[in-house]
């Protein structure tokens, strides 16, 4: 079964630390997607990121980066220099095909504190 | 630019009770889903509609309805709410689902209690 694994449930850092939110996938297909989502307190869901399969180049926006490695089927988050604004409810994803379609599949995502 | 709406924020149902939420999208996307989420378990699919006209069932469809009105609008329709289903129920809309890469785009969510 493909599945996406966010094994930290929640994590509490203080301001400025640096923090890694980890993402581990598995999937029979050769071409997929991986999305990271924000969920702040407020509730909604913001996209933040998108990967392909074939591009395992290390995305850096801002003080977040991301690391995916396919090897190790993994696409983890890191958020450097945290703030306050930062705690949310993460969600890692994996999109891959389903008959003619793609879905969507969701880790159960990691809680994220930040304390000032 | 609203993008994702969804009507009510907040409900509140005894059991047995019906009701339909309601949402639309201004993004003239093809595809739209439904959602719920619920504690430590992320998002679960409940149903989707890959295009105006059609709609499919997702992950967890029992004891949903959906209804694609147009393009824009996407219903689910609770015939019969059970305590099971208290969860917060997210809409969204992407530019289609043959295409990998699209994100999806999330209304606002409801939260729904049923006692």
């Known amino acids: 079964a493909q599945k996406v694994t966010q094994a930290q449930t929640e994590i509490s850092v203080v301001e400025k630390e640096d923090v890694t939110l980890d993402c581990v996938y598995e999937t029979r297909d050769t071409t997929y997607y991986l999305f990271w989502y924000k969920q702040p307190p407020s509730g909604e869901l913001v996209f933040l990121i998108r990967?392909?399969?074939?591009d395992e180049q290390n995305e850096i926006s801002g003080r977040y980066s991301w690391n995916f490695q396919k090897s190790t089927s993994s696409f983890n988050f890191t958020i450097t220099a945290s703030q306050v604004v930062d705690s949310a409810v993460y969600f890692c994803a994996l999109s891959e095909a389903l008959d003619s379609n793609y879905q969507l599949i969701w880790g159960a995502g990691t809680k994220l504190i930040i304390k000032p | 630019n609203a993008g994702v709406t969804q009507t009510p924020k907040f409900q509140v149902l005894k059991t047995g009770q019906s009701m339909t939420l309601q949402c639309a999208q201004d993004m003239n996307h093809n595809s739209m889903y439904w959602y719920r989420q619920d504690p430590g378990m992320g998002l679960r699919l409940i149903y989707y509609s890959a295009s105006e006209g059609t709609t499919d069932k997702g992950e967890v469809p029992n004891g949903y309805n959906v209804s694609r009105l147009n393009k824009r609008e996407f219903s689910l329709r609770l015939e019969s709410a059970a305590p099971s289903q208290t969860s917060v129920y997210f809409c969204a809309s992407s530019e289609d689902r043959v295409t990998p890469s699209y994100e999806q785009y999330f209304g606002p969510g409801t939260r729904l209690t049923v006692t």
């Open positions: 990967r392909n399969s074939f």
